[in-house]
């Protein structure tokens, strides 16, 4: 099976090793792709492609003579590339225009748990000053102001702050304000095929850019996984309360979901509540669950791309913990300083997700907000926490920064559920 992997960032990078892991991938195309994806064993080659661009991908598709193309980023799935490939015969892994709207849109997405009776925080649509207001005033602090669209993992506010969040709506314009879901959370990767549901093991990211969770929200700083503070029903109940509930308002509605579903939970006093759903891997938690997945990822996402899962053998998984660690460039989540030279990112389980090469003397330079990823496995999560901080320590670039207490919660057995 020849595949083509869509995105050049850190979700990518790990995408690629697990799918070059595959014994029945014969050869992987990246395209954009990154430095180390291209020093993935098993990478073919490299192309350029605009990824939005529903004609252009299938045409790289075609060209290139693969049997199954995945779809990294959200923007080409709400663009509608997984359409346009499937309609040149080629399978696509990632969902319908149609169907990622449940990423595209927080309203679609709101509009589609209720049809479901799906549990998730109340919330309103709001598209001016005097309507957000009033949804802030009934819910009150903290204020949780969401971009209705696509913001790259960073149209999301929560706050103390009254003016601060209707400023973030007015900027937006059309935002979904929401009550404030108290509680732990944790990340659900689902892979489907519209009709059979597959869960990966559940992860935890942490969307602050500094320590204890302070400052703005990022595209993530770090995730672990497995959970261990987690109820052992957690996953049961998840797919009988939402994701099949969902999948049949999908279906219901003529617009099947179809790849992976990604579940943001919030686990309340009341049970886990929905905070979001997306339409792709989320990034960085796929770095730690890819990483534990023993089964091959090729196959896998192969039949859910062909609407054969039901029969795929269950999934299996390796011992221990995995933890990844963001090293993010000067001024993250700010516009970032790029373009710096980087060292000691060569070593084995530094995944990179805003890396580039100099033309002159291919030095590796900085191009994005998220630069590295420091992910490592071992037997116990401190093992594993202890191994990722050790990579991220190797690693030199200038102003860069990273959160130093990644999974240390959950390794000191301070994460509570509340009741």
């Not at 595209?104 to 207001?133: H, I, L, N, Q, W």
């Not at 999560?381 to 990644?406: E, P």
Request: net charge negative; hydrophobic share 45%; glycine share 12%.
């Amino acid at each position: 099976m020849r595949v083509l992997l869509l995105g050049g960032g850190g979700r990518e990078h790990a995408l690629a090793v697990g799918l070059c892991a595959d014994p029945s991938v014969e050869g992987l195309i990246a395209a954009p792709g990154n430095p180390g994806i291209a020093g993935v064993a098993g990478v073919a080659e490299l192309r350029a492609v605009d990824v939005a661009d529903p004609a252009a991908v299938a045409a790289l598709a075609v060209e290139t003579g693969v049997d199954l193309v995945v779809i990294g980023p959200e923007a080409p799935l709400v663009a509608g590339v997984a359409d346009a490939v499937r309609a040149k015969g080629i399978a696509a892994f990632g969902p319908s225009a149609e169907a990622a709207r449940l990423e595209g849109s927080k309203t679609f997405a709101k509009d589609v748990m209720t049809a479901a009776g799906v549990p998730t925080a109340r919330a309103y649509t709001c598209a001016d000053e005097a309507s957000t207001a009033a949804a802030l005033d009934e819910f009150g602090p903290p204020y949780v102001v969401k971009n209705d669209r696509l913001a790259a993992g960073k149209g999301v506010v929560v706050t103390d702050d009254r003016a601060a969040a209707l400023a973030h709506a007015a900027e937006c314009g059309r935002v979904v304000v929401e009550e404030y879901l108290a509680g732990p959370e944790v990340s659900l990767f689902v892979v489907t095929d519209g009709e059979a549901a597959v869960p990966l093991l559940p992860a935890q990211d942490f969307k602050r850019v500094g320590d204890g969770d302070a400052g703005p929200n990022t595209g993530g700083m770090g995730a672990y996984a497995p959970l261990p503070w987690t109820p052992s029903g957690l996953v049961d109940e998840v797919m009988a309360d939402v994701v099949h509930p969902t999948l049949a308002e999908m279906r219901r509605r003529g617009t099947p979901f179809a790849g992976l579903l990604y579940v943001g939970l919030a686990m309340t006093a009341a049970g886990p509540r929905v905070i979001e759903f997306n339409a792709r891997f989320g990034d960085p938690e796929t770095q730690v669950v890819l990483a534990l997945l023993e089964t091959p990822l090729g196959g896998l996402l192969h039949a859910a791309a062909t609407g054969t899962l039901a029969d795929h053998p269950p999934l299996r998984w390796r011992d221990g913990a995995a933890v990844t660690v963001v090293v993010a460039a000067d001024n993250y989540p700010g516009t970032p300083r790029t373009g710096d030279v980087i060292t000691g990112a060569d070593r084995p389980g530094m995944i990179h997700a805003g890396t580039a090469r100099r033309p002159a003397d291919g030095a590796l330079l900085s191009a994005g907000g998220r630069v590295l990823c420091g992910t490592a496995t071992g037997p116990t999560l401190a093992a594993a926490r202890d191994a990722a901080y050790a990579l991220v320590g190797g690693i030199g670039l200038a102003g860069s920064h990273h959160r130093t207490d990644i999974a240390a919660a959950a390794v000191d057995g301070r994460i509570t559920i509340p009741r």
